[in-house]
């Protein structure tokens, strides 16, 4: 027998497709001219392909070598004939099937049937996998591990499977799942390592050498990987641990496709679906993760497209690919990206941008471990009137990129502080790393003692920036629902709805308190002013002073007095851009009474050196169909008698303007109206107000037309039907209001060449 056994293991039992000549040389095989679909062959995986087991394998071989130094089992162990029925010594090891017998392999084999035996277990190569490439989850072995320990040595449920050697074969080429055997030998080394007694080593012992097997008979390469994925599928009832996974799947059908493309060139998804179809065993199944769709048949084209999507967008980036496999190593089944059509959505709704899917995968994940996300399925994504779990987790990131940018740069928190932040909420990582971990006990860990010596205004920020961005908990997920349901973007959702808005008041007083401090400080010492330091000039806002970036922080910060002077001239211009809302103010009195509070609006016209212009945009028609994504439909006549009365009782007194100021200007922007009297009549000079009513004024009015060239109408953005396109007029109506002292300079428009405009 040991004879024998040592001539089955002296050369390789390939399938016929991979089978080498002894005496010719191997040859490429030639790739056929026409696509054949059922072309028998598989190749190899391109050498630049991504591995995910090779610490699993690592682990594996390890193991071995263990096993190998124990006395019991010996350095030869893999190498050792399996144990007969009835061992010639009465206290030597008996097995439990009849042990492998040559001849009637040989007989099954030329018979055309199967062989059932016991063999080594290590005989079948545990370092090979049928489906490599594909990733092996650990967390699976591990429980198929502790279910055989807990049953104890005994011979084993599952049986290996292995394709009948040829007579001058060396090796005996397995065709079952891996997993099956890793456990085994995982678990003989873990009942090793805990100081199992000998007799219960020599019980895994038998285990080991006699082994349930069964040989077939297997022709080529893809009828082995056929048989292998059909084993899994047979086994999904009842061993859960072996069954492929949604980031298995996807990674077995890319590969699968990849290696079949060596032989029948490109594949397209109908090809491989029909292909899967036919070799197949069709089982009924659901997709874990609470998906409604059957996401793991890979007979439909459709689920095929999504593998392939989700593979080359999402799983081909180190940094999805690690989130992604993490949760299903840890979580298996219950990941919240189980679903492959799930992972496709989620890349459609990210645009296929690597930022936006790291962001949504990294929060949904966090926020998974935290016990806090409930219901991630697809149609709680960003379906209308459900959780909307995708479209909230980016709204935050929205959220978090203007607190982290614009937010910042406008307010005079401290510049430590604010690279502190930045550190701080830079990713998901960074927040966990350095603020909030996700396990209680390791907060003890984190070291937060820079927060010690933050003025109150920063602290108020680092909460701001954790409840609407990076807080585990829900309190706060149906005001962002709200706002995306109306449209806002991420600061107006910030600066509109509570408890955000009155988070940002809070800030803002703050810093106006602390800046308060500073300049009574400076007060107090008694000292005089240097003479490069620029008055305190009030914000007519009522905010305190703002610096437009930290590259104006250094410029203040730095020692020329040129580059001071010009930091403070640019935060003085900044505390002067204001806004003020017509909305909420009912009458033009009200509207007034707001803009007085602003200097910009209290200047004496008189004494202006320059053009003080005031622009009513209407909302011209063409900018409306050519643009639609940043304009409206024309404003309403009563909103603009409203500002127009406004501006004027607030900078005269009167809402009917009668005189301007030399270098005052009124300009409105109106190609969307036909009827150009309204605001004619309220200065009482301009097209439909005749020339009696206008005497003794010193207003001039011109109305001007842009005409635009064609090349600058079809390179703008035409969001809109070819019949609306159609009916556009290239041209634009601006009628001028001012004084006849004012000076208005004259120069060539890019869309108007050779044209002098205003």
Same mark, same amino acid.
């Given at each position: 027998?040991?004879?024998?056994?040592?001539?089955?293991?002296?050369?390789?039992?390939?399938?016929?497709?991979?089978?080498?000549?002894?005496?010719?040389?191997?040859?490429?095989?030639?790739?056929?001219?026409?696509?054949?679909?059922?072309?028998?062959?598989?190749?190899?995986?391109?050498?630049?392909?991504?591995?995910?087991?090779?610490?699993?394998?690592?682990?594996?071989?390890?193991?071995?070598?263990?096993?190998?130094?124990?006395?019991?089992?010996?350095?030869?162990?893999?190498?050792?004939?399996?144990?007969?029925?009835?061992?010639?010594?009465?206290?030597?090891?008996?097995?439990?099937?009849?042990?492998?017998?040559?001849?009637?392999?040989?007989?099954?084999?030329?018979?055309?049937?199967?062989?059932?035996?016991?063999?080594?277990?290590?005989?079948?190569?545990?370092?090979?996998?049928?489906?490599?490439?594909?990733?092996?989850?650990?967390?699976?072995?591990?429980?198929?591990?502790?279910?055989?320990?807990?049953?104890?040595?005994?011979?084993?449920?599952?049986?290996?499977?292995?394709?009948?050697?040829?007579?001058?074969?060396?090796?005996?080429?397995?065709?079952?799942?891996?997993?099956?055997?890793?456990?085994?030998?995982?678990?003989?080394?873990?009942?090793?390592?805990?100081?199992?007694?000998?007799?219960?080593?020599?019980?895994?012992?038998?285990?080991?050498?006699?082994?349930?097997?069964?040989?077939?008979?297997?022709?080529?390469?893809?009828?082995?990987?056929?048989?292998?994925?059909?084993?899994?599928?047979?086994?999904?009832?009842?061993?859960?641990?072996?069954?492929?996974?949604?980031?298995?799947?996807?990674?077995?059908?890319?590969?699968? $496709?990849?290696?079949?493309?060596?032989?029948?060139?490109?594949?397209?998804?109908?090809?491989?679906?029909?292909?899967?179809?036919?070799?197949?065993?069709?089982?009924?199944?659901?997709?874990?993760?609470?998906?409604?769709?059957?996401?793991?048949?890979?007979?439909?084209?459709?689920?095929?497209?999504?593998?392939?999507?989700?593979?080359?967008?999402?799983?081909?980036?180190?940094?999805?690919?690690?989130?992604?496999?993490?949760?299903?190593?840890?979580?298996?089944?219950?990941?919240?990206?189980?679903?492959?059509?799930?992972?496709?959505?989620?890349?459609?709704?990210? $645009?296929?941008?690597?930022?936006?899917?790291?962001?949504?995968?990294?929060?949904?994940?966090?926020?998974?471990?935290?016990?806090?996300?409930?219901?991630?399925?697809?149609?709680?994504?960003?379906?209308?009137?459900?959780?909307?779990?995708?479209?909230?987790?980016?709204?935050?990131?929205? *959220?978090?990129?203007?607190?982290?940018?614009?937010?910042?740069?406008?307010?005079?928190?401290?510049?430590?502080?604010?690279?502190?932040?930045?550190?701080?909420?830079?990713?998901?990582?960074?927040? *966990?790393?350095?603020?909030?971990?996700?396990?209680?006990?390791?907060?003890?860990?984190?070291?937060?003692?820079?927060?010690?010596?933050?003025?109150?205004?920063?602290?108020?920020?680092?909460?701001?920036?954790?409840?609407?961005?990076?807080?585990?908990?829900?309190?706060?997920?149906?005001?962002?629902?709200?706002?995306?349901?109306?449209?806002?973007?991420?600061?107006?959702?910030?600066?509109?709805?509570?408890?955000?808005?009155?988070?940002?008041?809070?800030?803002?007083?703050?810093?106006?308190?602390?800046?308060?401090?500073?300049?009574?400080?400076?007060?107090?010492?008694?000292?005089?002013?240097?003479?490069?330091?620029?008055?305190?000039?009030?914000?007519?806002?009522?905010?305190?002073?703002?610096?437009?970036?930290?590259?104006?922080?250094? *410029?203040?910060?730095?020692?020329?007095?040129?580059?001071?002077?010009?930091?403070?001239?640019?935060?003085?211009?900044?505390?002067?851009?204001?806004?003020?809302?017509?909305?909420?103010?009912?009458?033009?009195?009200?509207?007034?009474?707001?803009?007085?509070?602003?200097?910009?609006?209290?200047?004496?016209?008189?004494?202006?050196?320059?053009?003080?212009?005031?622009?009513?945009?209407?909302?011209?028609?063409?900018?409306?169909?050519?643009?639609?994504?940043?304009?409206?439909?024309?404003?309403?006549?009563?909103?603009?008698?409203?500002?127009?009365?406004?501006?004027?009782?607030?900078?005269?007194?009167?809402?009917?303007?009668?005189?301007?100021?030399?270098?005052?200007?009124?300009?409105?922007?109106?190609?969307?109206?036909?009827?150009?009297?309204?605001?004619?009549?309220?200065?009482?000079?301009?097209?439909?107000?005749?020339?009696?009513?206008?005497?003794?004024?010193?207003?001039?009015?011109?109305?001007?037309?842009?005409?635009?060239?064609?090349?600058?109408?079809?390179?703008?953005?035409?969001?809109?039907?070819?019949?609306?396109?159609?009916?556009?007029?290239?041209?634009?109506?601006?009628?001028?209001?001012?004084?006849?002292?004012?000076?208005?300079?004259?120069?060539?428009?890019?869309?108007?060449?050779?044209?002098?405009?205003?």
């Amino acid at each position: 027998m040991h004879a024998a056994l040592a001539e089955l293991k002296c050369k390789d039992s390939l399938p016929e497709d991979k089978a080498v000549s002894p005496t010719m040389p191997p040859s490429k095989k030639a790739i056929p001219a026409k696509k054949d679909i059922d072309a028998p062959g598989l190749g190899d995986l391109p050498p630049s392909s991504f591995d995910p087991n090779i610490e699993h394998f690592k682990m594996i071989e390890a193991s071995i070598n263990e096993i190998k130094a124990h006395p019991l089992f010996g350095p030869h162990i893999d190498q050792m004939d399996p144990l007969p029925l009835v061992p010639a010594d009465k206290d030597d090891l008996a097995g439990f099937l009849a042990p492998l017998d040559r001849e009637q392999m040989k007989l099954s084999r030329e018979s055309g049937s199967e062989y059932f035996c016991g063999v080594n277990l290590l005989w079948g190569n545990p370092l090979e996998s049928i489906t490599p490439g594909v990733p092996i989850m650990a967390k699976a072995v591990a429980d198929l591990v502790q279910r055989l320990l807990k049953r104890g040595p005994k011979i084993l449920e599952d049986r290996l499977e292995f394709v009948f050697p040829g007579p001058a074969d060396m090796r005996w080429r397995r065709c079952s799942p891996e997993e099956q055997q890793h456990a085994v030998i995982m678990a003989v080394h873990e009942a090793i390592l805990t100081g199992a007694p000998d007799s219960q080593l020599l019980e895994w012992k038998r285990v080991l050498l006699s082994c349930p097997a069964n040989f077939v008979h297997l022709a080529t390469e893809q009828e082995v990987y056929f048989y292998t994925t059909n084993k899994r599928f047979k086994a999904e009832a009842d061993h859960r641990a072996i069954t492929h996974k949604t980031t298995q799947m996807i990674f077995d059908v890319w590969n699968f $496709k990849v290696r079949k493309e060596v032989y029948t060139g490109a594949l397209s998804a109908d090809d491989v679906a029909t292909l899967y179809g036919k070799n197949l065993i069709q089982v009924n199944r659901r997709s874990g993760g609470g998906n409604s769709q059957d996401d793991k048949d890979r007979t439909k084209p459709g689920t095929i497209k999504a593998c392939i999507h989700v593979y080359e967008k999402m799983l081909t980036h180190e940094a999805l690919r690690q989130i992604v496999l993490a949760a299903e190593q840890d979580f298996l089944d219950s990941s919240p990206f189980a679903g492959v059509y799930k992972l496709q959505e989620m890349c459609r709704l990210c $645009k296929d941008n690597v930022s936006k899917l790291e962001w949504l995968l990294g929060a949904a994940y966090h926020r998974f471990r935290a016990g806090t996300l409930h219901d991630f399925s697809l149609r709680n994504l960003a379906t209308a009137g459900t959780k909307q779990h995708a479209l909230v987790l980016l709204k935050q990131r929205e *959220m978090k990129i203007w607190l982290l940018g614009p937010f910042l740069d406008a307010r005079n928190i401290l510049s430590e502080c604010k690279s502190k932040l930045r550190e701080v909420f830079a990713s998901r990582d960074s927040f *966990m790393k350095l603020l909030r971990p996700v396990e209680e006990e390791e907060q003890e860990n984190i070291d937060v003692s820079w927060q010690a010596t933050w003025p109150k205004s920063a602290l108020l920020t680092l909460e701001l920036l954790e409840i609407s961005s990076f807080s585990v908990d829900t309190n706060e997920e149906s005001t962002v629902r709200l706002g995306i349901k109306h449209g806002k973007s991420g600061q107006e959702l910030l600066e509109e709805y509570s408890p955000f808005k009155e988070k940002i008041q809070e800030i803002d007083a703050c810093l106006k308190e602390e800046l308060k401090a500073i300049n009574d400080a400076s007060k107090s010492q008694g000292g005089d002013s240097e003479p490069d330091q620029p008055p305190n000039i009030p914000n007519p806002s009522g905010a305190g002073p703002s610096r437009t970036s930290d590259m104006d922080e250094a *410029m203040a910060e730095g020692m020329d007095l040129e580059s001071k002077r010009l930091a403070h001239a640019k935060r003085i211009m900044s505390s002067y851009l204001v806004l003020e809302s017509e909305e909420d103010k009912k009458t033009s009195g009200a509207l007034a009474s707001a803009l007085k509070k602003h200097k910009l609006v209290q200047v004496d016209t008189a004494s202006m050196s320059g053009n003080l212009i005031i622009a009513l945009d209407v909302n011209a028609w063409g900018e409306a169909i050519t643009a639609p994504h940043i304009r409206r439909p024309p404003i309403q006549q009563a909103i603009l008698k409203k500002i127009f009365e406004a501006i004027g009782l607030a900078r005269r007194g009167v809402s009917a303007w009668t005189t301007m100021a030399p270098g005052e200007i009124v300009i409105c922007l109106n190609g969307g109206r036909t009827n150009n009297s309204f605001l004619s009549k309220l200065i009482g000079v301009g097209p439909g107000v005749g020339r009696s009513k206008s005497r003794g004024s010193n207003i001039m009015w011109r109305e001007i037309t842009a005409t635009f060239t064609p090349e600058s109408v079809q390179t703008r953005r035409v969001r809109t039907s070819r019949k609306a396109l159609a009916s556009l007029k290239c041209s634009q109506k601006m009628f001028w209001w001012f004084d006849a002292g004012t000076d208005i300079p004259v120069k060539a428009h890019k869309h108007c060449q050779g044209q002098a405009v205003h």
